[in-house]
Structures are given as structure tokens and as C-alpha cells.
T-cell receptor, first 116, second 116 residues
Framework: DTGVSQDPRHKITKRGQNVTFRCDPISEHNRLYWYRQTLGQGPEFLTYFQNEAQLEKSRLLSDRFSAERPKGSFSTLEIQRTEQGDSAMYLC??????????????FGPGTRLTVL | AQTVTQSQPEMSVQEAETVTLSCTYDTSESDYYLFWYKQPPSRQMILVIRQEAYKQQNATENRFSVNFQKAAKSFSLKISDSQLGDAAMYFCAYRSGSDSNYQLIWGAGTKLIIKP
């Protein structure tokens, strides 16, 4: 079990640039979540996939944000025309498709984005 | 809408002693789940303990236990025999039993400092 991985771990970009983050969930997990976490706060839900289908998207997510999970495995989160307010830790989590204790979400290490 | 409140931004405890972290939540639902997650510095979020609202018995996991007071909507975490490795941000989270997407609602977190 290699766990959830995210790439890159850190990204520094200039305002107005586009960035893309990748998340590789645990292989048998078909549910995948993206969160944003700012300093001193808990994670905020961004979007959710079941396999390749994006089932829910937060109202916090502006049109500059888009997420995909093309083959139901890895996922990408793209932010276009980045703004300084986008600076945050972006977390990915996955879980299997059963109920019970397996509703636990397993988190990746996150991608820390800094927009200058 | 459900909310989760952690009123202690920071707590400190002497190594080997016991500490209790507070969490309150607001919901009109009767079916829900509560979680404590731990986020060590620069490491990923991991589940500490989970409680089903329909269970009266408080969950325990080794040195970690909860005091679940459903009527008071309180869900505190007790850490016994604190160890240096317990130093982390601790987040309380809520999940509705009727949410098929298993979305988590998070508190702002409590930073736990362990004094050697």
C-alpha cells in the first residue's frame, strides 16, 4: 500500500499563471476528494469524484478551477489565472466504495501553492 | 447547515500527562458520524478515531478516547500518556449519515504542543 500521493509537493508561481496538480489515490479506491486548506484552518471541500464522474463541486470553486479524473484513477486539479488568494495547501483524499469503517478518507501529503 | 467548532486554537501538555481537546457541532440530524483527524507538521492527515452517533458507547483507540455527549452536541478527544509524537494539529470533522458523497465538514483545528 503506497498511500495517496500528490505531485508536486510545492509550487511557486506568479499571479496570472496556470498550475496543475496531480493526485494518485490508493489503487482500489474509487472515491476521490479535493480540499483546500489555508493556514490555521481546517480543510474546505472543493470537489468529489466517483470513478471518473465528478459528482459534486463546491460553490467555493470558481470557474478558474477545474478537476478531472479521466480514467477513474489519478486526478488533476487545474487553476487558471492564479490569484494571490489561491495560495493554500491543496489536499487530495481517497476512500473505497464500501460503508462502515471504510468510509475513512485517506489523505495525501498535499501540494502547497504559493502565488506571488 | 452543519457546523463544527473547535474553540481551542492551541493546547499544551506535559509528556506522559493527559489532555482533552474540545469539539462542538451543530446539526438537526440524528444520523451522523464524527471524526478526529491528526495532521503532524509537514505530514499527511490521518484518522485518529471515529464515532457513530447512534452508538452510546464512546469510541476508544489505544491512548485515544472520546467523550461523546449527543444531547450537548459535544465530541471531545482525550489523549492519555501524551507522547512527543502526538504533537500535531487535531481536527474534528462531521459527516451526515444521509450524504451519499460522505463529505466531511471540518473544524478549524487545535494545535497540540507536547512539552518534554
Amino acid at each position: 500500500d503506497t498511500g495517496v500521493s500528490q505531485d508536486p509537493r510545492h509550487k511557486i508561481t506568479k499571479r496570472g499563471q496556470n498550475v496543475t496538480f496531480r493526485c494518485d489515490p490508493i489503487s482500489e479506491h474509487n472515491r476521490l476528494y479535493w480540499y483546500r486548506q489555508t493556514l490555521g484552518q481546517g480543510p474546505e471541500f472543493l470537489t468529489y469524484f466517483q470513478n471518473e464522474a465528478q459528482l459534486e463541486k463546491s460553490r467555493l470553486l470558481s470557474d478558474r478551477f477545474s478537476a478531472e479524473r479521466p480514467k477513474g484513477s489519478f486526478s488533476t486539479l487545474e487553476i487558471q489565472r492564479t490569484e494571490q488568494g489561491d495560495s493554500a495547501m491543496y489536499l487530495c483524499a481517497s476512500r473505497p466504495d464500501q460503508s462502515g469503517y471504510t468510509d475513512t478518507q485517506y489523505f495525501g501529503p498535499g501540494t502547497r501553492l504559493t502565488v506571488l | 447547515a452543519q457546523t463544527v467548532t473547535q474553540s481551542q486554537p492551541e493546547m499544551s501538555v506535559q509528556e506522559a500527562e493527559t489532555v482533552t481537546l474540545s469539539c462542538t457541532y451543530d446539526t438537526s440530524e440524528s444520523d451522523y458520524y464524527l471524526f478526529w483527524y491528526k495532521q503532524p507538521p509537514s505530514r499527511q492527515m490521518i484518522l485518529v478515531i471515529r464515532q457513530e452517533a447512534y452508538k452510546q458507547q464512546n469510541a476508544t483507540e489505544n491512548r485515544f478516547s472520546v467523550n461523546f455527549q449527543k444531547a450537548a452536541k459535544s465530541f471531545s478527544l482525550k489523549i492519555s500518556d501524551s507522547q512527543l509524537g502526538d504533537a500535531a494539529m487535531y481536527f474534528c470533522a462531521y459527516r451526515s449519515g444521509s450524504d451519499s458523497n460522505y463529505q466531511l465538514i471540518w473544524g478549524a483545528g487545535t494545535k497540540l504542543i507536547i512539552k518534554p
